[in-house]
């Protein structure tokens, strides 16, 4: 799992290099948190607290029946991979 930063999207990790270095290795998961990127951008603010964050990652997880992940994060991403763990 693969979590931009503040004000960036899924977009980074390819501009980066990230995906193209990690891609044979791992299954990546790279998902815009919300209000960013292609993410869903609700009005109101208290919807982007990490907790909606870590359940936004956690839902995706479950869709994909993946019970454990590595995680990557900076900035904001790290931030949420703190709330996650």
Known sequence: MLQHGF?????????????????DAYQLILIDARGHGASDK????????????????LAVLDALHIPTAYFLGYSMGGQIGFALA
Do not use: K, M
């Open 7 to 23: 004000t960036d999207s899924l977009e980074s990790w390819y501009e980066q290099g990230y995906v193209e270095e990690l891609q």
């Open 42 to 57: 609700p009005h109101d603010p208290a919807a982007y607290d990490f907790q909606s964050n870590v359940t936004d990652i």
